[in-house]
């Protein structure tokens, strides 16, 4: 059984909407080609990642509008060490109504259900069924809900160690 799952998205969270100045960690703000286009990102955020990808209890799995775009692009063009990550997908058979990435982490929880889990996505916020849903799984979940021009910050992390 797989002890944690992170589900996570790249707009707004790794990669921030028009980010300007320094980010939440100190630094400057990188550019960097991911083959379709241009994205910003914090080097902190990639070497946080990367660390909790590490962890052998933790399942990290891609819950993004790329798709199979973030492994195979977003992946090599920032340093991130999320090619093999497994991806959920929006046109998942049986989907049915709704935000396609709630139905998705849902089915994913229900196949491979673990201890616990989150959810890192920056529309959580105006998403009230995902919190009604959340809310009725309790202290098994996790949601973060990143500023879309900030992205994941330092407390965002430090709140998914500690949940972990």
Known sequence: MTKASLYLDVDGVICPFGATGSTDWGSPWRRSDAGLLEVNYAVDVVKALNQLAGRPDLRIVWLTSWES???????PAIGLAGQDWPVLASDRPGSGDG????RAIQHDLETIPPDRAVWIDDQLDFEREAHAWAAFLGARLLLISPHPRRGLSRADLKSVRAFL
């Open 99 to 102: 935000w396609w990435k709630l």
């Open 69 to 75: 775009m973030a492994p195979e692009y977003l992946c």
